[in-house]
């Protein structure tokens, strides 16, 4: 047994010594073609035979990956996938994954066709390779998506899984597919109900990343997840391309989920979400989101296009996001401390919004997000973080007249910290920002808004019971915010001032012009507002159309700029 042991091996080593002689002579042989996907079907052909003659389906991948590690790629099909929609290939995909990291790493195709699959776990120095014409679309048996027992969302099951790897790639133009909603099936397949009831059957998320640095995506297309589509924590050096998602029908679609990870960059991605396109959050202790870069997108979401918070156990720091194009949107940029983070040095410039009922949502408060958190974390208003250095410019936007369903219809841009708690440093420079109108007399007088200072009560507009006494911007519990190069404009009549707030500390208005109807009361009505300055502030009274049925603008002189 033992000679016919050594013999197998012997002869298997034969082999990959003969196909690595002819790949290193014999070049000419294979003028014109790709001779290393042509040696790798001879070796793994031959891996095969042998395994015949002996009997043994036992060959390790490290067998296997001898014969591949002088190429590029290997197809999953050489490891017996099939393409056909009903195979499941979870152990075909993963044996080619193994093998090509044993080698020492390369490229893992997924040929035309569309390959059924339940959990793969992606390794060091792989590229998942997503051809042209290629579906990997996720198995709809709960029981194919292990969970790893941990606790919270990152114990979620999950179609493509990494953990404590490097340079880790996805790439191609095919498309992956989680199967939560195939065409003519309803309701979904992985319904909200069905996680919240027992824990190992959450919802699988579409592509999960854990303690993972070096890590791109490029090019494909994710659809259908049954949860989040992708979820990183604790990842670093990041880059995003290119990619487009579609998860606008699914439930907590989230698109581009962080959770502790630094150095990240996000571009020309084209993303339709049913929850927050781009979330950035932290629910464990000193473990924070840095250093993000998020450019040249084109943004829809059924919430947040840009999501800061609320789970901010951690801070969130060095943040840019520029040339975007935000349209049909519930929220443009959310950004909430509410656990103790420190949020700050964000930067946005040169974005678009079209259809977004509330460009700008901005809070500081007491609230605990983080469900899994210890037990003994410290209690609401003992842990209020900070949150400062907010810098926007050069934004257009266009709110609908519209109802969330939250308790808001006529929503207006809201940047609100907590008494004692200030949201510091804000700049708005060149905000173009056009609002549906509609306030009320008895709207513009309202002066018993609830604070956010409920444990109970998650951070959102209705927390403020009804509309906020602004047509255009709300401020509340903020130092030192400057708005300049300003139009604030609405397109019905509007008795509310253009900007309302109270508790507020430096205050400085240059070149902001507010253009309504004759119910204007004026630019902007304040209370405990100390050092406000106004510079080339004015106000337009919309008129008559004129002969090119252009509504002609005109200043005015007897609405106040501050309303007492």
Known sequence: MVILQDFKYRCIYSILYLLDSINMKNHKIFKGMRHHNILNKIGIGAIAFLSLIFGGSNFSAIAQSEAINDRTEISVIDFGAVGDNKTLNTKAIQDAIDACHASGGGRVVIPRGIFVTGTIRLKSHVTLQIDAGSILTGSIDLEDYPTDGSRGLDGTGSLIYAEQAENINIEGFGIIDGSNRPVGVIPYLFPRQQYATTFPKRRPMLIRMRNCTNIRITDVTLKNPAFFTTFFVGCSDIMIDRVNIRSYDSDNGDGLGFNSCE????????????????????????????????????????????????????????????????????????????????????????IVMDNVLRPFFVTLNAFSMSKYAPADRPKVGDFVGELKDLHVYNIRAVVPLSSTGKGINQPCVALVGMPGHLIENVT????????????????????????????????????????LPASAIYLRHLRGVQFTQCRLETASPDARAFVAGNDLVDVSLNSVTGVGFETAPGLIKFADARGVSLHNCRVKIKGQLSHSGINQEQFVTDRPLIVE
């Open 428 to 467: 708005f420079n060149n905000f173009h920002l056009t609002m549906p109108g509609g306030g009320t007399p008895e709207q513009a007088s309202r002066n018993n808004i609830p604070e956010l200072l409920s444990e109970k009560r998650y951070p959102e507009a209705d927390h403020f019971e009804g509309e």
């Open 263 to 350: 150095r990240v960059r996000i571009s020309n991605c084209d993303l339709i979400c049913g929850d927050d396109a781009i979330a950035l959050k932290t629910d464990q202790p000193n473990k924070p989101n840095r250093d993000f870069v998020i450019s040249n997108c084109i943004i829809s979401s059924d919430w947040a296009a840009v999501r800061l918070g609320p789970e901010s156990f951690s801070d969130m720091q060095n943040i840019a996001v520029s040339n975007c194009v935000f349209r049909n949107c519930r929220d443009g940029f959310k950004i909430q401390s509410c656990e103790g983070a420190v949020i700050e040095n964000v930067v946005i410039s040169n």
